[in-house]
């Protein structure tokens, strides 16, 4: 997995690492959770599945479809 450095302010880093505490969870799960509610705030695809549907989707809607002749 990719690494990026993050800089937070010393409180809002005692208050996640308090929480994740509180949940049982690690610091790296819920980072995850806030960075996809995120995501999908703004509806951005999460998963690798959801970047090629939403893909998939934008192609269709800028091919030009058949016309039809009346018969």
Do not use: Y
Request: net charge positive; hydrophobic share 40%; no cysteine.
């Amino acid at each position: 997995m990719p690494r990026k450095l993050l800089a937070l302010e010393p409180a809002k880093l005692a208050a996640l690492e308090l929480l994740a505490a509180d949940r049982g969870d690690s610091l790296q799960e819920l980072l995850d959770e806030a960075i996809d509610g995120l995501l999908k705030k703004h509806r951005r695809p999460v998963t690798t599945r959801e970047m090629f549907s939403a893909s998939a989707r934008t192609v269709r809607r800028q091919r030009p479809r058949p016309r039809r002749n009346p018969a």
